[in-house]
Antibody, heavy 120, light 106 residues
Framework: EVQLVESGGGLVQPGGSLRLSCAAS????????MSWVRQAPGKGLEWVAN????????YYVDSVKGRFTISRDNAKNSLYLQMNSLRAEDTAVYYC?????????????WGQGTLVTVSS | SYELTQPLSVSVALGQTARITCGGN??????VHWYQQKPGQAPVLVIY???NRPSGIPERFSGSNSGNTATLTISRAQAGDEADYYC?????????FGGGTKLTVL
């Protein structure tokens, strides 16, 4: 059974940092692109970033470029999102999602999400 | 940047057919994916690459995509279909989601 379990969310002050993790199981993690998708309270879905199987390609939504870094450790079946210079508008539930094998495609599995709150 | 336009809300009578549209410039040339999200839950993929159903998704869910509009069709709507629905495409190496449509089953 495919499972994605996020962790690392919490309350952080504006300008602070947080590192999210996503533990994957039930599939060959190293064979898939992976993405982070977020959802602000009461709002819609927003894609944040994705990463290729070997980490050689990474893409970001414009609003987080230069502040967030996506990474992965295939030996640990884990995906990460390092978030720096956090702003109030980064407050959201952050989901880890499995992407495609041949390239970015649909998100066929999602974690339950971890809440990040940026507030003083 | 590429934009996807969805109606804020759609209502359907129990047992009838609901259609949720997703508009985008020449969206027919892209692969469109649809997600269902119920309150407090993670999204679930219900249609991928325009018209394909993942295993476990009822045949009542179908999709089409042509020109500037993609459509998610839910036949014989049930109370359990009440949810937010999002379309999604890839454009210039970034994923784009529509704003979401709240489906109400009357």
């Amino acid at each position: 059974e495919v499972q994605l379990v996020e962790s690392g969310g919490g309350l952080v002050q504006p300008g602070g940092s947080l590192r999210l993790s996503c533990a994957a199981s039930g599939f060959t993690f190293s064979s898939y692109w992976m993405s982070w998708v977020r959802q602000a309270p009461g709002k819609g879905l927003e894609w944040v970033a994705n990463i290729k199987q070997d980490g050689s390609e990474k893409y970001y939504v414009d609003s987080v470029k230069g502040r967030f870094t996506i990474s992965r450790d295939n030996a640990k079946n884990s995906l990460y999102l390092q978030m720096n210079s956090l702003r109030a508008e980064d407050t959201a539930v952050y989901y880890c999602a499995r992407d495609g094998m041949a390239g970015p495609d649909d998100f066929d599995y999602w974690g339950q999400g971890t809440l990040v709150t940026v507030s003083s | 940047s590429y934009e996807l336009t969805q109606p804020l809300s759609v209502s359907v009578a129990l047992g009838q057919t609901a259609r949720i549209t997703c508009g985008g410039n020449n969206i027919g040339s892209k692969n469109v994916h649809w997600y269902q999200q119920k309150p407090g839950q993670a999204p679930v993929l219900v249609i991928y690459r325009d018209s394909n159903r993942p295993s476990g998704i009822p045949e009542r869910f179908s999709g089409s995509n042509s020109g500037n509009t993609a459509t998610l069709t839910i036949s014989r709507a049930q109370a359990g279909d009440e949810a937010d629905y999002y379309c999604q495409v890839w454009d210039s190496s970034t994923a784009v989601f529509g704003g979401g449509t709240k489906l109400t089953v009357l």
